[in-house]
């Protein structure tokens, strides 16, 4: 088994009574292994007992080169990965520890279905700062509303998007 499948939120370490904030903290390690996320620079972490997603703005990120603002696949990017680790995060939450087999299940097979994206303004920012909640909690999928922020609390990019587990 390679070293990612065993690190992958499907194989969180959950003893007998975990808080709510070790799974977050566990999901957040398990994203930030991603040699994507390593590439990029995103990183996810557990702020005031909620997931957010980081990233700084660096050279390669530029996707205008005349006005250097941020590529809106970074934002686009950013956005989809918040909203798929908070609706795991919720999940979790609202499992009971008798259900947690069948949730554990569902984290790990949690995709993208669809995804909106609105550009509000122009990606410009030192960093910026993605925040997620869940519209709506189901049987089989979800649906999740993202924003993106700069380091001024600007709005840079909204999205919903609507994941299956």
């Known amino acids: 088994m390679t070293e990612a499948k065993k690190t992958w939120t499907g194989h969180i370490h959950l003893g007998s009574k975990t808080e709510i904030t070790v799974i977050l903290s566990q999901l957040c390690q398990a994203f930030n292994s991603s040699p994507f996320f390593k590439h990029s620079g995103m990183t996810m972490r557990v702020v005031d007992g909620e997931i957010e997603a980081y ?8 996707g205008n080169v005349a006005f250097q ?32 087999p069948e949730t554990i299940k569902k984290v790990s097979r949690l995709a993208t279905v669809d995804m909106r994206v609105d550009y509000i303004a122009p990606g410009r920012g030192e960093y910026f700062i ?36």
């Open 55 to 62: 990233i700084e703005m660096q050279p390669n990120l530029i």
């Open 69 to 100: 603002i941020l590529h809106g696949g970074v934002a686009a990017t950013l956005l989809d990965s918040i909203g798929g680790i908070v609706a795991m995060g919720e999940l979790y939450k609202k499992a009971e520890p008798e259900n947690m």
């Open 130 to 165: 993605a925040k997620a909640e869940a519209l709506r909690l189901g049987r089989k999928g979800c649906t999740m509303r993202m924003t993106m922020k700069n380091n001024e609390d600007k709005i840079i990019a909204v999205g919903t998007a609507s994941y299956a587990y």
